[in-house]
């Protein structure tokens, strides 16, 4: 019926969305990725346009077409009503795939941009994007940038993911015991080792 359907239909595409979650969940990413795209391109709401763009691209990624990924993106974010949230959590997306393809300081930038719009839009991903981004920094050598964003990371709301306190003791420590700043930091090095077992 969606590929039957020319122009828009909001209550087809809200069933395609549907239909597009429950195979995603059963992993099948790449199909997934075109059922999303196509609800988007059916949405009469520019706002649900803009969520199904978003869910295309993550799908794709997770399909492995990381171009593909990166033009929803592209799609999403170019929507002006797309809410805030969907907009950190499209360009988040960029910037990891950015680092995965080894675009590193181009990565680390988009990151450190998106962290500081997250922390209005969305508090728990502007935390999760500065350790990213640390995490990046200190994988190429920058440690003392490592260090400076994983302390701006440290100073936001952690959040209930649970990866994050890992990544609060660890990022600013092993940044700290690289850079010979060890003494204040090892006590959260231990709680990241705590929580990493949990």
């Known amino acids: 019926r969606a590929q039957a359907t020319l122009g828009k239909d909001e209550e087809l595409a809200t069933s395609l969305e549907t239909v597009a979650a429950t195979v995603r969940d059963t992993s099948g990413y790449p199909a997934a990725a ?9 949405s009469t709401d520019p706002a649900a346009r803009a969520t199904r763009f978003t869910l295309a691209a993550e ?13 929803l993106v592209d799609e999403s974010v170019s ?6 949230k969907i907009r950190v959590r499209a360009l988040s997306l960029s910037g990891f795939i950015l680092l995965k393809q080894g675009r590193m300081a181009t990565g680390i930038e988009t990151l450190l941009d998106l962290a500081r719009e997250a922390d209005c839009a969305d508090a728990v991903r502007g935390v999760g994007t500065y350790l990213i981004a640390a995490q990046a ?15 701006n990371a440290a100073g936001l709301p952690p959040g209930t993911e649970d990866w994050i306190p890992y990544h609060f003791g660890f990022t600013p420590c092993a940044a700290s015991l690289v ?12 709680e990241a080792m705590a929580s990493a077992v949990d």
Do not use: C, N, V
């Open 179 to 190: 850079s010979h700043d060890a003494s204040s930091r090892t006590p959260r090095l231990g």
């Open 34 to 42: 075109r059922m999303f795209q196509r609800a988007a391109e059916l």
């Open 79 to 84: 929507i002006p009503s797309a809410s805030a």
């Open 137 to 151: 920094a200190f994988e190429i050598g920058d440690i003392e940038r490592a260090g400076r964003i994983g302390r």
């Open 59 to 71: 799908a794709a990624w997770l399909s492995g077409q990381m171009r593909r990924a990166l033009a």
